[in-house]
């Protein structure tokens, strides 16, 4: 059993400690400094939050997003075809994204995440994932006023995000991760979106995950396991049906087990960790579990971020001797 | 003649600069609370003075003494609640997220002084303003409640005493802010629970300021709200949930919002007035209030002063084409 995050780590630190990311924003934002000096600093923090997640005992860490503004633009303000909008609302959380509109054909230019993926892993002592916003929730989340239909942006999107992957590939990532959210909320477009996915992931040879939170996958599973992916992450926080839903059918992939509350501030006990590991124990082999939390944690302040992770790895730990 | 489309305001106005920098000196320990509250006592005088000389006529004491409307009300019920840190909520903006930490109660008057301080200034009513139960709760962790009913129940019960309090000290009007319900439609439900808690028994005006939404499926509900008003963002949505109103049965007041709040143009008297219309079409003038989407405080002040001069203006024209008396 391995421990992992779902992705986003809280980008500032609470007082003492400088907030130096969000100065360098709002510096970089009044002209007072440049995109080189802004690039250092979002250095300087990715390797601080990589460090915290490698204290918390995370075996497979992630660069926390740190560059990201959010999940949908930091990809396309970097692709042709998008304009970027005003703020709406990320699902039900109180965080908002400027909405991107697809106003042209959609093209990947070059790399975006590659040399993110890089740094990471140069800086690293644990390995590193790759992550990117899947075609689908990059579609749904964006308005389209360009494709005659939603279903021919999301394969366009697939095509060019393809070209992602393989950056990401030739930068060395062994493990990418595919974030779909959006599926759980418009279940009926799973063929669409199958279709989309086996798109983008053709002659990939890196090791895939697909992501989703804020929800469960009634109705998905067990399609869902035909998808070319090695490991499957479902949220059971705002999920919880997924324990009996997973139970319907040969689990034949990894798992990636969202157990602990990514949005609230609560600590799980180390015996509600064990339970929820031991729910989906006779399910999945726990060589075949990644435990993370529920979802990205910048919902969480940076200290309880990191409290969350610890608790988790001290969960896990005691599941593994518990449960062997 | 009738009588109707008064005109008033969300609650919150722009915090002058001297006062921004006041807050943030104290913040810093720079500064003493006496200080402090002496600034807020001259910005909310200067609220009054501007709506008085825009001529509104149902005020509001703007909010001064409040930077968040979540955290200024967790900061005061310390027993139960404390500020966990600092989160995201787009681009390069954050706000300290409160955490419940406790079962909630009342510790007293939270809001009492200042809206009695406003009212001495002017002889028209000012609203009392109260953040509502659900969007409390919404917009803090919880680590105390097993479920988010019973958190919301308990905060109806302490923002309750706080509304008891204010018509006490002689509130005709009383405001509960519900802005997050518009992030779960499914719960309006819970919204309404804590709302009739809040609101029971008083004899105050009540309203409930909402945020736009996916209203249409939960309309029933909405018009059930135990409240008196309804305030809502209308303008930056071109008015398409007044198509609700024309569908469904409703009794109640509604504050018509007829200035787009986040954006710096000034509306002219025209659109406003058109904006009026399209609420007259559905909603008698008595029932009808004027008011802008949302709170100002996202504006300059000069912007917030154009903007209501104008919705003004083009109420006194609309009643007088209308024979309508303010």
């Given at each position: 059993m391995l421990t992992t995050v779902v992705g986003s780590y809280p980008k500032i630190p609470n007082r003492?400690?400088?907030?130096r990311l969000r100065a360098a924003i709002a510096r970089s934002e009044r002209g007072e400094i440049g995109q080189d000096e802004l690039r250092r600093v979002e250095d300087e923090v990715t390797i601080e939050v990589i460090q915290e997640q490698v204290e918390a005992g995370i075996d497979l860490v992630s660069?926390?997003?740190?560059?990201?503004?959010?999940?949908q633009t930091y990809f396309a303000r970097r692709m042709d075809g998008f304009t970027i909008d005003g703020l709406i609302r990320y699902f039900d959380t109180n965080t908002y994204y400027r909405q991107p509109t697809v106003t042209g054909a959609v093209r990947w230019r070059q790399p975006i995440a590659a040399e993110d993926y890089r740094f990471a892993a140069a800086h690293s002592p644990r390995p590193v994932k790759a992550l990117v916003t899947g075609p689908y929730t990059l579609a749904a989340l964006s308005a389209n006023q360009h494709y005659g239909s939603f279903g021919e942006l999301v394969l366009t999107l697939a095509q060019e995000l393809r070209q992602e992957v393989l950056a990401l590939e030739k930068a060395g990532a062994s493990i990418i991760q595919v974030n779909e959210p959006a599926i759980l909320k418009q279940k009926e477009d799973f063929p669409l979106f199958g279709q989309a996915l086996e798109r983008m992931m053709e002659g990939v040879a890196a090791e895939a995950h697909l992501y989703t939170w804020f929800g469960d996958i009634e109705g998905l599973f067990p399609r869902i396991m035909e998808l070319p992916f090695s490991a499957i992450g479902l949220d059971f926080v705002m999920g919880p049906a997924n324990y009996e839903i997973i139970r319907r059918a040969p689990f034949a992939k990894k798992l990636g087990l969202g157990i602990v509350d990514a949005r609230n501030t609560k600590l799980e006990t180390v015996e509600q960790i064990v339970e929820r590991v031991r729910r989906v124990s006779d399910v999945v082999p726990l060589e075949s579990v990644y435990v993370n939390p529920s979802c990205g944690l910048e919902y969480l302040p940076r200290e309880a971020a990191q409290a969350k992770l610890a608790r988790m790895v001290a969960g896990v730990r005691r599941a593994q001797e518990v449960l062997g | 003649m009738s009588e109707g489309l008064l005109t008033t305001t969300v609650g919150s106005f722009p915090k002058p600069d001297y006062l921004a920098q006041a807050r943030n000196q104290f913040s810093l320990g720079k500064i003493g609370r006496e200080e402090l509250m002496a600034l807020e006592r001259q910005a909310t005088a200067e609220v009054i003075d501007l709506q008085e000389e825009v001529g509104l006529d149902i005020l509001v004491h703007g909010e001064m003494e409040r930077g968040d409307m979540v955290a200024y009300f967790a900061e005061l019920l310390n027993e139960s609640m404390a500020i966990s840190g600092l989160v995201r909520s787009y681009g390069n903006r954050y706000y300290r997220k409160p955490i419940i930490i406790g079962k909630l109660h009342w510790q007293g008057p939270m809001t009492v002084e200042m809206w009695r301080y406003a009212q001495s200034l002017t002889a028209k009513p000012v609203k009392g303003m109260l953040t509502g139960p659900y969007t409390m709760v919404e917009w803090s962790f919880d680590e105390h409640y097993e479920s988010r009913r019973e958190a919301v129940l308990d905060m109806a019960r302490v923002i309750h005493q706080e509304a008891v309090e204010l018509e006490k000290a002689g509130a005709r009007y009383i405001q509960v802010d519900e802005p997050a319900a518009s992030t779960r439609p499914e719960e309006m439900e819970l919204v309404a629970q804590g709302l009739a808690v809040v609101t029971e028994g008083l004899k105050a005006k009540t309203i409930t300021h909402m945020c736009y939404g996916d209203f249409a499926r939960v309309f029933d509900q909405i018009a059930r709200l135990p409240v008196d008003q309804l305030d809502i963002e209308t303008a930056n949505s071109d008015y398409d949930l007044l198509e609700l109103f024309r569908r469904h049965r409703f009794d109640k007041e509604v504050a018509l919002g007829?200035?787009?709040?986040?954006?710096h143009r000034v509306e002219t008297v025209e659109e406003v007035k058109e904006g009026i219309r399209k609420g007259l079409e559905v909603l008698p003038p008595e029932r009808l209030y004027i008011d802008p989407?949302?709170?100002?405080?996202?504006?300059t002040w000069e912007e917030a002063a154009a903007k209501l001069r104008v919705m003004v203006q083009a109420v006194r024209e609309v009643r007088h084409e209308l024979g309508i008396e303010g």
């Open positions: 003492p400690r400088p907030a660069d926390g997003q740190i560059r990201w503004e959010d999940d | 007829v200035l787009d709040v986040h954006d989407d949302c709170g100002l405080k996202t504006r």
